[in-house]
C-alpha cells in the first residue's frame, strides 16, 4: 500500500490571505467580486469580507468609524479593535481551515488613512501592528493607484452620502495615496500595484494574471 496512512491529527494546507487597497473610489470592489469568483471557479473555498467590518462587533465600530468625529488616535484604536475581532473570529479560522480569505482593506488602509493621512506617529502604527498581527501579513495585496481627483469624481457619480472619509479633501487623498505607495516599495513582493485609471476588464485581467502567478494552485 503506498497510500499515506490516515492521520486525524493532520492539519489542511494553510488558506492564502488576498487584500485590496486604494483610495476612496479606486473601483475595488467589482474587482474583488470577479476575483473571488475566479477563485471560486478554480474550486478554491473563499471567505469574502472586509475592515473595518467583517464580524458583528467591527460592522458597529464600522458605523462609529464612519460617521462619528473622533480624535486620530481613537481612530486608530478602533481600526485595530475591529481588526484584532476580525483575525480572531474570522480570518484566522479561515486560513487554518486551508480556505482563502479576500479582504477589502486591511492594516495598509490604517498605514496609509491613519498615517499618511491624518498624521498618527508611525510607531504608534507599528505598535498596534505588532500587537495585532505580529507575525500575519497578507500573501498579497492588490494596490489599486489612481490620480484622487479621478476617484473623487466616481465617489460624486455613486449619489450617495459620503462618509467621514469620502468627505475628506483631495490634499488627503494625496498624502494617503503616497503613503500606499511607500509602504508598496517597502514590501514589493507582496503589494502590487494595480494602475486602476483604465477600463476595467484591462485591471481585471491585470489581476488574474497577478493572482496566477503569485499564487498558483
Ligand atoms: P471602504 O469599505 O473601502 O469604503 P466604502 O464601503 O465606502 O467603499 O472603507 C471604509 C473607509 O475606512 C475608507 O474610507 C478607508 C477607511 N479605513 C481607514 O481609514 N483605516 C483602515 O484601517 C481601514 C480598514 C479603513
Known amino acids: 500500500m503506498n497510500e499515506k496512512p490516515f492521520n486525524p491529527g493532520e492539519q489542511p494546507p494553510r488558506g492564502r490571505f488576498i487584500t485590496f487597497e486604494g483610495i476612496d473610489g479606486a473601483g ?37 468609524l464612519l460617521h462619528e468625529p473622533m480624535h486620530l488616535e481613537t481612530e486608530a484604536m478602533l481600526m485595530f479593535a475591529a481588526r484584532r475581532e476580525h483575525l480572531a473570529a474570522r480570518i484566522e479560522p479561515a486560513l487554518a481551515a486551508g480556505r482563502w480569505v479576500v479582504c477589502d482593506r ?27 498581527h505580529p507575525r500575519l501579513q497578507p500573501d498579497l495585496t492588490l494596490l489599486f493607484d489612481l490620480p484622487p481627483e479621478t476617484a473623487a469624481a466616481r465617489v460624486a457619480s455613486t449619489g450617495v452620502d459620503p462618509d467621514r472619509f469620502e468627505r475628506e479633501q483631495r490634499d488627503f487623498f494625496e498624502r494617503v495615496r503616497e503613503a500606499y505607495l ?12 494595480v494602475d486602476a485609471d483604465r477600463a476595467p476588464e484591462l485591471i481585471r485581467a491585470d489581476i488574474e494574471r497577478i493572482v496566477r502567478e503569485s499564487l498558483p494552485t
Open 28 to 64: 475595488k470592489s467589482s474587482q474583488i467580486a470577479a476575483t473571488v469568483e475566479l477563485l471560486r471557479a478554480r474550486g478554491i473555498e473563499v471567505d469574502q469580507t472586509r475592515e473595518p467590518g467583517g464580524t458583528p462587533l467591527g460592522e458597529r465600530l464600522r458605523e462609529l
Open 106 to 132: 486591511f492594516s495598509d488602509a490604517s498605514f496609509a488613512y491613519q498615517v499618511g493621512g491624518r498624521g498618527l506617529a508611525r510607531d504608534k502604527f507599528d505598535a498596534l501592528e505588532a500587537w495585532v
Open 182 to 193: 511607500e509602504r508598496a516599495r517597502q514590501a514589493p513582493q507582496r503589494i502590487r500595484v
